[in-house]
Nanobody, 119 residues
């Protein structure tokens, strides 16, 4: 099972970016999918998560600015980020609670995508 994240980049404050993360491999089902981020010198933190049924959970500082969604037919999770601030600068990682077809259930991580917000 692999997670491939994309969509990061450089944007000015107030701008928008949309991240995508697609899971591939021998997958039976994916439970919760989410996005985390890690800024230099800081711990990795939860940005948002979404269950297979569509229930969402956001970190307080992202509420109203970020929207997480998923396409279960494509095993893909998205993060729409609006009104970006310089403090949103970080490496963003996708995460998925995966039940593979022939391996035990496990947490998988994408490779990370850099988001840089200039002031």
């Amino acid at each position: 099972v692999q997670l491939q994240a994309s969509g990061g980049g450089l944007v000015q404050a107030g701008g928008s970016l949309k991240l995508s993360c697609a899971a591939s491999g021998s997958i039976f089902t994916i439970n919760t999918m989410g996005w985390y981020r890690q800024a230099p010198g800081k711990q990795r933190e939860l940005v948002a998560a979404i269950t297979r049924g569509g229930t969402t959970n956001y970190a307080d500082s992202m509420k109203g600015r970020f929207t997480i969604s998923r396409d279960n037919t494509r095993d893909t999770v998205y993060l729409q980020m609006n009104s970006l601030k310089p403090e949103d600068t970080a490496v963003y990682y996708c995460n998925a609670d995966v039940m593979p077809r022939i391996a035990p259930r496990a947490d998988y991580w994408g490779q990370g995508t850099q988001v840089t917000v200039s002031s």
